[in-house]
């Protein structure tokens, strides 16, 4: 089951430095009783508001053999959030786990129950809907800073993730940034589609 609370402070100094580079969703992801969870951090989109923390995933559980490569589940999360900017091909990220594409694939879906490809493209479409609804910035500078060549694969992909365009999720979403949250809760668990 999904949930989403307000932030615990402790959970706020951990991400106090990302936050203060540059205040973008963070996701990672946690085992607490056998089960794995993902977990979208959203920093508050305005100065009086509160940080939002959405639990939610699969709910896979842990073998007892998974527990190595959920350590490395974990640290390719955040080496794909650090580099969410730069090229990232599921060989790439397959490489640097050490993992063969086939094994990483397929332990990356059991443990997250999303594949790497569209972990990446969610990911994205995450960071850039927060900025498209938290900035002014133009929806081309939005799409290049987050790894898209180009504004109609941009839009596309946007619009394949979510329903909507960038421009109709700036309109729709930044006066009413709970319904955005909800859009969020809806990519990262896809079980609540159904």
Aim: glycine share 6%; net charge positive; with cysteine.
């Amino acid at each position: 089951m999904s949930q989403t609370e307000a932030v615990p402070s402790t959970v706020k100094s951990m991400v106090y430095l990302q936050r203060f580079l540059a205040p973008k969703p963070v996701v990672s992801v946690s085992l607490i009783n056998n089960k794995i969870t993902l977990n979208v951090l959203i920093p508050a989109l305005r100065s009086d508001g509160k940080d939002i923390l959405i639990s939610g995933g699969p709910s896979a559980h842990l073998g007892l053999r998974d527990g190595v490569v959920f350590s490395v589940i974990q640290q390719m999360i955040q080496w794909i959030e650090e580099n969410l900017d730069q090229n990232l091909s599921v060989e790439r990220i397959s490489e640097k786990s050490g993992y063969s594409v086939w094994h990483f694939q397929r332990k990356f879906l059991q443990l997250t129950g999303l594949n790497v490809y569209e972990y990446v493209r969610i990911r994205r479409v995450i960071n850039t809907t927060f900025l498209l609804i938290s900035s002014n910035k133009r929806i081309l500078e939005v799409a290049v800073e987050n790894g898209f060549n180009c504004q109609a694969s941009f839009t596309r992909t946007v619009k394949g993730i979510t329903g909507y365009t960038p421009a109709v999720i700036r309109k729709k979403f930044s006066s009413d940034e709970r319904k955005w949250v909800e859009m969020i809760e809806m990519l990262i668990n896809p079980q609540l589609n159904n």
